[in-house]
C-alpha cells in the first residue's frame, strides 16, 4: 500500500512547454491527499527557487538533488560539499575559463557569468535571474551544489578534479554536481525515517537523470513519458508524459483502481 509520494518537479508535475501543473495533475494531487497519501517534492532546484508550484502545498521538499531537506520549514537533513572540493571547483574554472557555474547555497545562489546555455535553461525551467558574483568571495558559505554548464566531453576531465563529488546529470547542457553519495535518496530516506514510512510504501515520480536513484529505491519507480531512455529503464512503470495526463496514470495503475 502506497502511503508516500515523492515527485520531481521539472517535466514531472511541470510541464516544460507551458511552465503550469496539468489541471489533471492538480485533480490527481487532490484525490491522492483525500486518501491520505502524503505528497513530497524531491527536486534538484533549491527550497526558494521552487517557483512553479502554484500554491500547492506539499508535506515536505527534498531539494537540491537531496542535499537539503525540509519538513514544517525546517531542515532534517542536510549535505554541504566540502571546502577543499569548492576550492578545486573554484581553480579549474580559473585555469581553464571553461563553463558557467552556479553556487546553490541554502538561501541564495551566484553565478559567475553567463552564457547561451545559462539563458537556455532559464527559459526551460522558467528560471528566475541569477546574479553574477566572484564564486570566491562566499565568505566560507556552505555550498550544496553547482550547477555547472558543461558538456559531455569534458565531464570526466572535470570530475577527475573533483574526487568527493558525483555528477547528477538530466540536461545535455549542464550538470548537478553535488557530495559524493548524494542523491535524492537522502532525502527521501530522511522524511521516511521522520514519518515512519517504509520503503515498499514509496512511489516515486520522475524524468530526469537525477530522477534514476529514487525510482530505483522506491517501492513503486514511476518514469514519466517525457523522460529519457535511461529513467525509462529503471522503472517499475512508464506512464504518459506530463502534457498527456502522465500523473493521473500513475495514480491509477497503482492506487484509484
Not at 554536481?177 to 516515486?204: L, N, T
Not at 519507480?221 to 504518459?240: E, I, L, P, R, S
Request: charged share 25%; glycine share 8%.
Amino acid at each position: 500500500m502506497i502511503k508516500a509520494i515523492f515527485f520531481d518537479i521539472d517535466g514531472t508535475l511541470v510541464s516544460f512547454e507551458t511552465h503550469r501543473i496539468p489541471q489533471s495533475t492538480i485533480e490527481t494531487l487532490e484525490r491522492l491527499r483525500k486518501k491520505g497519501i502524503k505528497l513530497f517534492i524531491a527536486t534538484g532546484r533549491q527550497f526558494g527557487l521552487i517557483n512553479n508550484l502554484q500554491g500547492i502545498d506539499f508535506d515536505g521538499y527534498v531539494t537540491i538533488n537531496g542535499a537539503i531537506t525540509l519538513v514544517g520549514g525546517q531542515i532534517i537533513d542536510k549535505h554541504p560539499i566540502a571546502k577543499d572540493q569548492i576550492e578545486a571547483a573554484c581553480e579549474y574554472i580559473d585555469k581553464k575559463k571553461s563553463f558557467p557555474c552556479t553556487f546553490v547555497m541554502a538561501d541564495r545562489i551566484a553565478i559567475n557569468y553567463i552564457n547561451d546555455d545559462v539563458e537556455a535553461l532559464r527559459k526551460q525551467i522558467n528560471f528566475p535571474h541569477i546574479p553574477l558574483d566572484d564564486l570566491r568571495s562566499l565568505n566560507g558559505e556552505d555550498v550544496y551544489q553547482m550547477i555547472s554548464f558543461f558538456k559531455e566531453d569534458i565531464e570526466a576531465d572535470v570530475m577527475s578534479h573533483l574526487k568527493d563529488c558525483s555528477s547528477a546529470r538530466w540536461s545535455p547542457i549542464f550538470t548537478d554536481i553535488i557530495a559524493s553519495g548524494v542523491s535524492k535518496v537522502c532525502g527521501i530516506e530522511a522524511v521516511c525515517r521522520h514519518f515512519g514510512i517504509k520503503r515498499d510504501e514509496v512511489m516515486a515520480i520522475g524524468d530526469g537523470g537525477n530522477d534514476i536513484e529514487m525510482i530505483q529505491w522506491a517501492g513503486v519507480g514511476v518514469a514519466m513519458g517525457n523522460a529519457t531512455d535511461n529513467v525509462k529503464k529503471a522503472a517499475d512503470f512508464v506512464t504518459t508524459s506530463v502534457d498527456d495526463d502522465g500523473i493521473f496514470n500513475a495514480a491509477n495503475r497503482y492506487i484509484f483502481n
